[in-house]
């Protein structure tokens, strides 16, 4: 009797957690495709998705971000009860972690520098290393095994998209310092000079992208597997 309600508890918890989770992701890949309709002049190939805050739709942006803090603090409530391991509670709290960063963004724009610092930091730092440990803790569950290698996997794209931001930043800034004569400019340009590769919004985007769906599967299966237990 006692197991049974706990198991109750717990479904009454999980189960909506996990659909707020599948909702957050879902709206914000929707508000970032809006985003590229309505700020047309931000080119999505070497623009920060942040600076989506320097054009007139700054509000659509922190619903966006609002949106993505807590469709990471939903899915780490909806699969709490289900990591058992050391290594998958320390995911759950890079998890919290990185919807703390995700969240706060929708506030500390790309104009406040040191707290937006603070938010990627936490955000694009601390969502690869929950989607790893939790991928891993939650495939050791028999109900997970068949979700375990689709986690895993885009929890590799999230860090690849990680690695290719940084080295696409790295190979930009070199560039445009070389055609500006060995100094950065000082504001972003409007257009890239010529010769200078921009592929960081990109690797900005499959970041958020990738994230999104991480969250999305591992909700989706929460729903799964309550349905099965029901």
């Known amino acids: 009797m006692r197991s049974l309600r706990a198991s109750l508890a717990r479904s009454n918890v999980t189960m909506p957690a996990a659909w707020i989770a599948v909702g957050g992701a879902v709206a ?18 070497w623009r920060m998705v942040s600076e989506y805050a320097l054009g007139h739709y700054g509000w659509v942006l ?12 939903a899915l780490a409530m909806a699969i709490w009860p289900e990591v ?14 990185a919807g703390m960063g995700e969240a706060m963004a929708s506030v500390f724009d790309v104009r406040h520098e040191t707290g937006h610092g603070i938010t990627g930091l936490l955000g694009v730092g601390g969502f690869p290393i929950a989607a790893l440990l939790l991928s891993v803790a939650l495939g050791q569950s028999e109900s997970w095994r ?12 999230n860090w690849i998209s990680v690695v290719l931001l940084v080295a696409t930043l790295v190979l930009m800034t070199i ?18 000079p010529a010769g200078v590769i921009g592929l960081d919004g990109w690797a900005n985007r499959l970041i958020v992208l990738s994230n999104c769906v991480w969250v999305f599967v591992a909700a989706w299966q929460v729903i799964k597997v309550g349905h099965k237990r029901s």
């Open 175 to 192: 560039q445009l310092a070389h055609a500006n004569g060995g100094r950065l400019p000082q504001h972003a340009p409007k257009s890239l």
């Open 62 to 73: 922190s619903l966006m971000f609002l949106a993505w803090g807590i469709s990471s603090w």
């Open 28 to 45: 914000t890949i929707l508000l970032l495709a809006s985003l590229h309709a309505l700020s047309p002049e931000f080119d999505p190939s």
């Open 146 to 157: 068949g979700a375990r290698k689709l986690l895993v996997w885009i929890a590799n794209i």
């Open 84 to 97: 058992a391991t050391k290594a998958g509670k320390a995911g759950l709290w890079f998890l919290v972690a």
